[in-house]
């Protein structure tokens, strides 16, 4: 059976203004004054919760893992796109994204729930709305943003937190807005929290920080970080785009490349969110806004051991390319 999980509120991520039922705690809350209160401004997107809605659907895309489990699954009909999580939730999308509906069952957690839509549902939406959203980290340095793209478990999520705790303050984590603007590309902070794993938060921060459950199915804790309102729909310009790599050895020391358009546009594709990848109008819009972020600002490839120590070192090659990019 499914409940309602709490009073229905309004709330930022990204430019999305969200009405939902499920209490969304890591997103800023809409806070603008009306004549009626908040509830009154329009929403970009509803969320409610709904009953259980469809069976057996012919799935137009699935995703798998690497042992071919699928993890996630892709419907379309006259209504808009059904997205799966098997045994964990449903979400039925309007055509157009601006209504969620959202049925699971009594085993899946609201902690899981809300993962599951600020991770992976609404990045999808928000990229089906015209915005590029990558699948990255990302830090503030001074007035510019450093983005962190990888694969998951790659380590972007432990390198931003290990840049947080170094007085860099986080943006964002998993979900990146890039937007344009005259001087160029921009980044729309989604909300502020880490996912990372206990011995990441054990070696990362001196005192432990504010913890909370990610999911139901795994051992990662969501760090809570301190609000911070002013940066929250703040678009900020991009100082740098850092493509994690998996060398195999990986180098003995910390190295980085400055990557061309092409390849960058090949990277950033690899890490993109999308909600319905057979959309061809869609993916050719997609394309467009990759390769213009791509020609418009620098990219690096970076590959270090993934040794907690090495990190300071990380941080320095990091900082003082773009130092040097900007400079030049």
């Known amino acids: 059976m499914l409940h309602s999980h709490g009073r229905r509120c309004s709330y930022w991520y990204g430019s999305l203004l969200i009405n939902a039922d499920v209490p969304l705690s890591e997103l800023p809350e809409d806070s603008r004054p009306t004549e009626c209160g908040p509830a009154c401004a329009m929403p970009d997107c509803e969320i409610s919760l709904a009953a259980h809605l469809v069976s057996s659907p012919t799935w137009a895309h699935q995703w798998r893992d690497d042992s071919g489990r699928m993890v ?3 419907a379309r009909d006259d209504r808009g796109y059904l997205l799966r999580f098997p045994d964990l939730a449903d979400f039925r999308i309007s055509s157009d994204g601006r209504r969620i509906s959202v049925s699971h069952p009594e085993s899946t957690s609201i902690e899981t729930l809300r993962h599951l839509l600020l991770d992976q549902v609404l990045p999808r939406v928000l990229t089906h709305t015209g915005r590029l959203v990558l699948h990255a980290s990302c ?6 943003v450093l983005v962190f793209v990888a694969e998951t478990g790659q380590g972007k999520s432990c390198l931003a937190a290990s840049f947080d705790a170094a007085g860099y303050p986080l943006l964002s984590d998993d979900g990146v807005v890039v937007v344009p603007h ?6 729309l902070p989604t909300y502020r929290s880490l996912r990372l794993w206990p011995d990441a938060i054990c070696e990362l921060y001196s005192q432990t920080p504010p ?12 760090v809570e970080l301190a609000e911070r309102c002013e940066e929250h729909r703040t678009p900020l310009p991009v100082g740098g785009i850092f493509v994690l790599g998996a060398g195999c050895p990986p180098p003995e020391t910390p190295q980085v490349t400055r990557l061309t358009a092409r390849d960058g546009c090949v990277e950033l594709l690899r890490h993109t969110f999308q909600l319905d990848v057979t959309d061809r109008q869609r993916t050719a819009a997609l394309f467009s806004m ?3 972020l791509a020609r418009q600002v620098p990219m690096f490839a970076i590959d270090y051991t993934r040794v907690y120590a090495c990190l300071p070192q990380v941080h320095a090659l990091i900082l003082d390319q773009v130092l040097i990019t900007n400079r030049g």
């Open 72 to 74: 996630a699954a892709l």
């Open 139 to 144: 830090v503030r340095v001074q007035d510019r």
């Open 182 to 187: 005259p001087d160029g590309p921009r980044v």
């Open 211 to 222: 913890l909370a459950p990610m999911a139901h199915y795994s051992s990662k804790r969501r």
């Open 290 to 292: 990759v390769g213009e």
